[in-house]
């Protein structure tokens, strides 16, 4: 049974991986941002030119500058806007219609600018949005422009079929007066999606933003604790199995040379047997005594974080 125990960890580390690669775009948003400390435009490219004028992921700090910038109905100075239309699609939302507007703009400090790749924003745009919701048939009535023709019929479809669906308009924008905190990968002076990961940008402080990342799903909490508790769980294992199989031959040669009194069998888990406990018995003892606070403390976090949302 002990040489199926690193195999059962090795397996078990695998999955812990494969979930925490699961988590959607957002999630890895605030995990990058709560990973990264900021720079200054200046130490960044300091820092670059040293390396080559590559790096690889950073994060930088800044004041929003551009050489243009365009207003919006309210006269704010934007260099970024974005407007997405979303329609209920049973307990999830789907965008149907994006419409960008966006100018060339650069994080500065009093001696460095950095560019921002701005054809790379996604879901990296980190912003207290502006959000309209109601029904199917009021998005309809209110005449908008849609960037294409299918979301336009779509809408008009369903304002016939199915007018009291639920259907949300959400606008982010950045402005020139913002200060900003951008990660991404630093090519040429130019801040971009590389290295697998995206490019983040936020106008708000990182603690305010990774409240409001952490606030938006519950369910992202729970699956990161399940992914951790199971990468921890399948380590113990591994190693434990490990170093089971590596102290059994030693305890076989001492039970064969030692007096033929009887004596507990190794594979027993009583301690004993020299005060070590060995095979599977105690090897499964110790993996509990250290997986189980892990499990406790991940069925709190989902608790409390259930309760909250529940009483939201």
């Known amino acids: 049974m002990t040489s199926v125990v690193p195999l059962i960890g090795a397996a078990l580390i ?7 690669r699961r988590v959607d775009a957002r999630t890895r948003t605030g995990q990058l941002l709560a990973g990264l400390t900021p720079l200054t ?7 670059a030119a040293l390396r080559g004028g590559t790096l690889p992921y950073l994060a930088i700090h800044g004041s929003v500058d551009a050489p243009e910038i365009f207003e919006d109905e309210h006269h704010r100075p934007l260099v970024y806007r974005r407007e997405r239309v979303s329609i209920a699609d049973g ?5 149907i219609d994006v419409a960008v507007r966006s100018l060339p703009f650069v994080l500065s400090d009093p001696s460095n600018e950095v560019r921002i790749a701005v054809d790379d924003l996604a879901d990296g745009l980190v ?14 009535a209110a005449t908008r422009e849609y960037q294409s023709a299918e979301a336009r019929d779509l809408v008009a479809a369903l304002a016939l079929s199915d007018p009291t669906r639920r259907a949300r308009v959400g606008l982010e924008q950045i402005s020139s007066l913002d200060r900003a ?9 130019e801040l971009r999606a590389g290295s697998g990961r995206p490019l983040v940008v936020t106008t708000l402080e990182r603690a305010e933003a990774l409240r409001l990342l952490g606030g938006e799903r519950s369910g992202r909490l729970a699956l990161s604790s399940v992914a951790l ?7 113990l294992l591994l190693i434990g199995g490990i170093a089971s199989a590596l102290a059994s031959p030693a305890v076989g040669v001492e039970s064969v040379s030692a007096a033929p009194a009887p004596s507990p069998s190794p594979e027993s888990g009583d301690a004993r047997n020299g005060g070590v406990s ?4 105690g090897l499964l003892g110790l993996i509990a005594m250290f997986a189980l606070p892990l ?17 939201r």
């Open 14 to 20: 695998a999955l812990g991986v494969w979930l925490s």
């Open 41 to 47: 435009p200046t130490a960044a490219l300091q820092l």
């Open 91 to 95: 307990d999830q939302w789907r965008v």
């Open 127 to 140: 912003v207290v949005e502006r959000r309209w919701e109601g029904s199917v048939a009021e998005l309809h």
């Open 181 to 189: 905190t951008a990660a991404g990968q630093l090519v040429e002076g």
């Open 229 to 235: 508790a199971i990468l921890v769980l399948g380590v």
């Open 278 to 281: 060995v095979g599977p018995g």
């Open 295 to 311: 499990f406790l403390a991940s069925i709190v976090v989902v608790i409390t974080r259930l309760v909250t949302h529940i009483r």
